[in-house]
């Protein structure tokens, strides 16, 4: 069966040196890999279609983490449903043309691989809170790795993904003799694991607090305030009734369980980086495990909150448990921006003075 690939598609993938390397088998400590145009597919699985359309036939399927190149990004009308059938998703009209066809973007991730020079140590004058350092995954993803005396060192059956965010604590040498990378290692503080563990150095970017300061902190607190429309999937920051930020966001999947509360609200908490999931370490990489997810700022008791999103791309649908999610760069504006009334790494709590959200239909 013809894909319809063009000679211009076989040049530009034969600059890959090998057809494999278009899809699955990529290794993130791979040298020379041209990464400008890359994906990661954040679900089980998904699949290349003949057209930019979901009604189009399927010409193959990749899986978990498989890093796909594509060739530039298209813009299609949504499908009309047949009478009867369930509508098809019309928020993500973007498509990726890639080798033998489209995908669909809406769960795929754009990722780089950025090696980064190793810190020789954690700066003391740097840790808030005793913590450590903040670092963001700049490679696809990174394996972990742990020690115990009873088993030595082990990979982890999970993986930590580019923009996620973690605590460094210390710099060490890891574990040796694992065949694809030798130099420093860093040691990451988890609030969830019992124990530490490890990942190459050079697969995180240090971020100092001055890239995480405060936005127009001379604005009063009761000025600022945020909109959440869950009709229109938007999120609106206001500074004095005028805008100075808006964007598409993904709330809550409608249901009894994940729905994004409705009401009146104000940021309780913000924490640069949160394990979110099943709380379980152990998990396997398709499970529910959300190691490192950045910028995240609290805003009701039971755990809902704005933070930056590494899994998906489906920006003005609901996807979430309940969150907002957001791009990971939107997030860190929001989590810049608002003032919380719990002030981390302190006791001091401003109860009604956390920035104002009101989310509703």
């Known amino acids: 069966m013809s894909t319809g690939v063009s000679r211009r598609d076989f040049l530009k993938l034969g600059s890959l040196s090998l057809a494999g390397l278009a899809f699955r088998g990529f290794d993130p400590e791979t040298s020379g890999f041209e990464d400008a145009d890359v994906v990661r597919v954040a679900t089980?699985?998904?699949?290349?279609?003949?057209?930019?359309?979901?009604?189009?036939?399927?010409?193959?399927?990749?899986?978990?983490?498989?890093?796909?190149?594509?060739?530039?990004?298209?813009?299609?009308?949504?499908?009309?449903?047949?009478?009867?059938?369930?509508?098809?998703?019309?928020?993500?009209?973007?498509?990726?043309?890639?080798?033998?066809?489209?995908?669909?973007?809406?769960?795929?991730?754009?990722?780089?691989?950025?090696?980064?020079?190793?810190?020789?140590?954690?700066?003391?004058?740097?840790?808030?809170?005793?913590?450590?350092?903040?670092?963001?995954?700049?490679?696809?993803?990174?394996?972990?790795?742990?020690?115990?005396?009873?088993?030595?060192?082990?990979?982890?059956?999970?993986?930590?993904?580019?923009?996620?965010?973690?605590?460094?604590?210390?710099?060490?040498?890891?574990?040796?003799?694992?065949?694809?990378?030798?130099?420093?290692?860093?040691?990451?503080?988890?609030?969830?694991?019992?124990?530490?563990?490890?990942?190459?150095?050079?697969?995180?970017?240090?971020?100092?607090?001055?890239?995480?300061?405060?936005?127009?902190?001379?604005?009063?607190?009761?000025?600022?305030?945020?909109?959440?429309?869950?009709?229109?999937?938007?999120?609106?920051?206001?500074?004095?009734?005028?805008?100075?930020?808006?964007?598409?966001?993904?709330?809550?999947?409608?249901?009894?369980?994940t729905t994004t509360h409705v009401g009146s609200f104000r940021i309780i908490e913000k924490l640069p980086s949160e394990h979110m999931g099943e709380a379980n370490v152990y998990q396997a990489v398709d499970d529910y495990v959300l190691a490192g997810v950045p910028w995240t700022c609290y805003f009701t008791g039971d755990g809902q909150a704005f933070h930056g999103t590494y899994w998906h791309e489906n920006f003005g649908s609901p996807m979430s448990h309940g969150c907002v999610n957001m791009r990971t760069s939107e997030a860190l504006w929001i989590y810049r921006w608002a003032t919380p009334e719990h002030t981390e790494n302190s006791y001091t709590t401003r109860p009604g003075r956390g920035t104002a959200v009101e989310v509703h239909f």
């Open 44 to 257: 089980d699985s998904w699949s290349v279609y003949s057209s930019p359309s979901l009604d189009s036939a399927i010409t193959s399927t990749w899986y978990r983490d498989d890093l796909i190149h594509i060739y530039k990004s298209v813009t299609a009308p949504p499908a009309t449903p047949e009478p009867g059938a369930t509508a098809r998703p019309n928020s993500n009209p973007i498509w990726y043309r890639v080798w033998g066809g489209y995908m669909w973007r809406a769960r795929l991730q754009r990722v780089r691989t950025i090696f980064n020079t190793p810190l020789s140590t954690i700066p003391e004058a740097s840790i808030p809170g005793g913590r450590g350092v903040l670092a963001e995954i700049t490679v696809p993803w990174t394996n972990p790795w742990r020690y115990s005396k009873a088993y030595g060192w082990e990979q982890l059956e999970w993986r930590l993904y580019f923009e996620s965010v973690h605590w460094l604590d210390a710099v060490d040498d890891g574990p040796p003799d694992t065949d694809r990378y030798t130099g420093a290692w860093y040691r990451i503080w988890d609030h969830i694991a019992s124990f530490p563990y490890y990942v190459p150095a050079m697969h995180l970017r240090p971020i100092f607090p001055d890239a995480y300061s405060a936005i127009s902190p001379e604005v009063p607190w009761e000025k600022k305030r945020i909109d959440i429309n869950l009709t229109a999937q938007t999120l609106t920051a206001y500074e004095y009734d005028n805008i100075v930020f808006k964007t598409t966001i993904s709330s809550g999947i409608p249901s009894s369980d």
